[in-house]
């Protein structure tokens, strides 16, 4: 009966697949973080336009508590990223996916008692990860936001944007650009209120 019913959560465990952060690859790599994210970035832009799963954005609190940006890569998309680099650095970061994988099959669980807190730690998991991911979707560049409300780009100006998320708090968050190199993130409230400070002119 135990085995039976262990079967029943087979498919929340495999349903989360292992992942390997940018911030690992950077350490394996002997890379600048910054450089990986880049990196990242130019690959999620072929992933759009080829229609392909993009790689899942995350945030992890820094030595001084500041909530910085990484990434969490899938095997596949972790393969697709080091096809550029060198053949030692490849070898380094194929490892460490065995590594993982190795620990991921120890980690099924071996009784229904097992079972039960694994899943309810993968559930805890995929919560807070949609959190995040929640909280991600709600940063835009200029382009984007202008692109997503059939605005011009051009009519935003940074410095008021800036002004704004300083004002009421919000930080400025930073991402690559493959045009424009590093570009500034505001937070969807900043832009409201820049609309909304745009058309009280209109109105007066």
């Not at 465990?13 to 994210?37: G, Q, Y």
């Not at 071996?110 to 995040?132: F, G, I, M, P």
């Amino acid at each position: 009966m135990e085995t039976k019913e262990l079967t029943l959560f087979e498919g929340s465990f495999e349903s989360t697949p292992v992942t390997m952060s940018s911030r690992e690859i950077a350490s394996l790599t002997e890379k600048r973080h910054d450089n990986i994210l880049r990196d990242c970035d130019e690959l999620n832009e072929s992933y759009r336009k080829m229609e392909l799963a993009e790689i899942s954005a995350d945030y992890y609190k820094d030595a001084k508590n500041r909530e910085q940006r990484e990434y969490r890569l899938t095997r596949m998309q972790c393969f697709d990223l080091m096809t550029g680099y060198s053949r030692e650095l490849r070898i380094k970061v194929n490892r460490r996916w065995e590594e993982l994988e190795k620990k991921e099959r120890t980690q099924f669980p071996t009784s229904y008692a097992d079972a039960l807190r694994k899943l309810a730690a993968v559930v805890e998991q995929n919560e807070q990860q949609q959190k995040r991911l929640d909280e991600a979707a709600q940063w835009y560049s200029i382009k984007r936001w202008a692109k997503e409300h059939g605005t011009d780009w051009r009519d935003y100006r940074w410095s008021v944007l800036k002004a704004l998320s300083h004002e009421h708090g919000y930080k400025v968050d930073k991402t690559f650009d493959s045009n424009y190199g590093e570009v500034n993130l505001y937070h969807r409230r900043v832009f409201e209120m820049y609309e909304n400070g745009r058309k009280w002119k209109q109105l007066h």
